[in-house]
T-cell receptor
Framework: EDQVTQSPEALRLQEGESSSLNCSYT??????LFWYRQDPGKGPEFLFT???AGEEKEKERLKATLTKKESFLHITAPKPEDSATYLC???????????FGAGTTVTVRA | GAVVSQHPSRVICKSGTSVKIECRSL??????MFWYRQFPKQSLMLMAT?????????EQGVEKDKFLINHASLTLSTLTVTSAHPEDSSFYIC??????????????FGPGTRLTVT
């Protein structure tokens, strides 16, 4: 059974204090690893897809990396507007289903 | 691009009634749509996968007679919660896969529908 574990559960940062979120996975063949951002009461917003170990993608203050066992989402010099829950999901089958981790809730204080 | 809408955004219904939630892809054709539910402070749990023109595939433990899914066109899928009970109260979110995405696997999510059953 596919397993996706995110850590930490919650992260409180001071504005400008860079940090990383972890997503470790145990799957039987990874087709893609996805990062989403979710604000309270809203649907997830797509951030990145990573397909193979060694791949990296960046968007503004966010950078996602992938190894054979885990992915990291690095937040560089975060701002209060980066406060959200960040979800990691994996896709392993031809039917495009996603298995989500529990998420990391990030709070950035001004 | 890749915008998915849901309607309604919030609904309150009485126990025993049925509620229909619509999911639309606004600027792309969605071969496949997915329905999730999310309880407070928990992650998304996949309920079912629907492909245009065919029957939905439900995840283990999801009652297909209770959660009716119809994917009548490439831009619309509906979820009907039949004979709703308070334990069905949740945040329901749909997602859609772009038909033209080829080998890419991104799913785009709707804004969610908050269902409260009284």
């Amino acid at each position: 059974e596919d397993q996706v574990t995110q850590s930490p559960e919650a992260l409180r940062l001071q504005e400008g204090e860079s940090s990383s979120l972890n997503c470790s996975y145990t799957v039987s063949g990874l087709r893609g690893l996805f990062w989403y951002r979710q604000d309270p009461g809203k649907g997830p917003e797509f951030l990145f897809t990573l397909y193979s170990a060694g791949e990296e993608k960046e968007k503004e203050r966010l950078k996602a990396t992938l190894t054979k066992k885990e992915s990291f989402l690095h937040i560089t010099a975060p701002k209060p507007e980066d406060s959200a829950t960040y979800l990691c999901a994996v896709q392993t089958s031809n039917d495009y289903k996603l298995s989500f981790g529990a998420g990391t809730t990030v709070t950035v204080r001004a | 691009g890749a915008v998915v809408s849901q309607h309604p955004s919030r609904v309150i219904c009485k126990s025993g009634t049925s509620v229909k939630i619509e999911c639309r892809s606004l600027d792309f054709q969605a071969t496949t749509m997915f329905w999730y539910r999310q309880f407070p402070k928990q992650s998304l749990m996949l309920m079912a996968t629907s492909n245009e023109g065919s029957k939905a595939t439900y995840e283990q433990g999801v009652e297909k007679d209770k959660f009716l899914i119809n994917h009548a066109s490439l831009t619309l899928s509906t979820l009907t919660v039949t004979s709703a009970h308070p334990e069905d109260s949740s945040f329901y979110i749909c997602s859609a896969r772009d038909k033209s995405s080829g080998s890419l696997y991104e799913q785009y999510f709707g804004p969610g529908t908050r269902l409260t059953v009284t």
